[in-house]
């Protein structure tokens, strides 16, 4: 089991991974490492990212830092689980730059907009994945009627996520929309 990851340790692995980068790349961090940047979770599991292209020399170095770092280090982000929400680069607000990368939260912007992490985490349906979402809502990083626009945005492409059953996702965002009204 390797060592739970805090705010410091992260931007450790930022300035490190930074170092590794032959080129511009864009790296979107997701989930529990945005809640843990952002201040309002102290620590997470796992750094979960996307990077931009991609780029051999620095997932090799992602491996190495895993290791150094004793960290988790996940290639995921919320499409890898549901189709991407539209203007999600736009939404992308920039944490830093480290040598080559630019370090981006996926898709949140002025406002702190968790839009397509709140979906992903409602359409996995895990208990820890729905507690999240709530925290979101509380300080408004989500609001109701956004999240419910744009999961009517999404749903024509959902058919192209095989592993998504759409009545069920469809009723479980009817479900958290209900529920976080009480």
């Known amino acids: ?36 940047l952002t201040g309002w979770r102290e620590t997470t599991v796992d750094i979960d990212l996307r990077m931009e ?33 539209p203007r999600w680069r736009e939404r992308s607000r920039l944490i830093a730059r480290e040598g080559a990368l630019t370090f981006f939260h996926y898709d949140f912007y002025a406002r702190d907009d968790f839009y397509a992490q709140a979906l992903a985490k409602i359409e996995r349906g895990h208990s820890k994945d729905l507690l999240d979402v709530g925290e979101m809502l509380a300080p408004g990083l989500v609001e109701r009627a956004e999240l419910s626009r744009l999961f009517d945005a999404i749903r024509p ?10 009545a069920q996702f469809a009723a479980r965002v009817e479900d958290w929309l209900a529920s976080s009204r009480r």
């Open 53 to 85: 292209p991609d780029d051999d020399d620095v997932l090799r170095a992602m491996v190495r830092l895993k290791t150094e770092l004793d960290m988790n280090v996940e290639l995921a982000s919320p499409e890898d689980f549901i189709p991407p929400l």
């Open 1 to 36: 089991m390797r060592e739970v990851t805090t705010s410091a340790r992260i931007r450790e692995f930022m300035r490190r991974l930074g170092r590794s980068a032959p080129r511009p790349l864009s790296v979107f961090f997701t989930g529990g490492t945005s809640a843990v």
């Open 157 to 166: 492409d959902l058919f192209r996520y095989p592993a998504i059953d759409q």
